[in-house]
């Protein structure tokens, strides 16, 4: 389900500019539903890596505190025309995906 | 009294084969897990946080972090921060919301050729200081803003 990132990396000189938003709640687990009055189970992206030509660049862990359908925009230097920027994530109930780019 | 011998080794070996599976199963998240710094999310303290991830909570002020966040958020729920540093040898960036009832939002660590640049946007609970820890040359950067909210981030 490669549907949850839309991922974009753009080249100036050599560096690359990846800038993603993945679609996800990002529910922290404090919130209740106002409906039932019960709490809605925190559900949230726990990891994020970030690699070139399958390099790893950049990892991240991220707690409940980002925003729902997350944006996140990163810098890396090295970088080629048509190289691969590869994203994936993980949350904390084990569901993961992955996006993959050629910079342009 | 030799078949049945054989019928509950058979039964035994299936069972442990199953107990094996089953807990291969369970290892992924709980491998997840474990790189997650759970404990360091988790805390209510600013100072254990940082604690939990570098092993220390001393932190010196620098003018070399550029913290870009809004002066007034009307949403607290989606409030734009970028981080950019000056700093040499960067090894990790990480997010901080003093007011919020678990400070830490998101530790980045970078990669020998990552910049240190990032941006994402974040939930702040109430008007409360934002903080970016660079790690750079194994000492603690700091810098902080702060962000008046006017409608709550982790209200439903």
């Known amino acids: 389900m490669a549907d949850s990132i839309k991922i974009r990396a753009t080249l100036k000189g050599d560096v690359c500019t990846v800038k993603a938003l993945i679609k996800h709640p990002m529910e922290t687990g404090q919130r209740k539903d106002k409906k039932t009055g019960q709490l809605i189970p925190a559900h949230f992206i726990q990891e994020v890596t970030c690699s070139h030509n399958g390099k790893n660049v950049l990892d991240a862990s991220w707690g409940a505190a980002i925003s729902a359908n997350p944006y996140l925009s990163i810098e890396f230097s090295g970088a080629k025309k048509d190289d691969k920027v590869e994203l994936s994530w993980v949350d904390n109930t084990g569901k993961k995906d992955a996006a993959e780019a050629a910079i342009g | 009294m030799n078949s049945k011998r054989r019928t509950l080794l058979k039964g035994t070996l299936a069972g442990s084969a199953i107990a094996v599976a089953a807990s291969a199963g369970l290892l992924n ?128």
Do not use: H, M
């Open chain 2, 29 to 156: 998240p709980r491998q997840v897990l474990a790189a997650w710094p759970k404990a360091s999310f988790q805390t209510q303290d600013f100072a254990e946080s940082l604690k939990g991830l570098f092993n220390t909570d001393k932190t010196t002020a620098s003018n070399d972090i550029e913290l870009k966040a809004p002066d007034i958020a009307e949403n607290g729920a989606v409030v734009p921060v970028t981080i950019n540093s000056s700093l040499k040898d960067v090894e990790a960036i990480t997010i901080l919301i003093e007011g919020n009832p678990t400070p830490l939002a998101a530790v980045f660590n970078l990669g020998p050729s990552a910049i240190s640049s990032v941006s994402t946007r974040v939930k702040v609970g109430k008007t409360s200081n934002i903080a970016a820890v660079v790690k750079a040359g194994g000492a603690l950067y700091i810098s902080r803003k702060e962000v008046k909210v006017t409608v709550g981030g982790c209200g439903g």
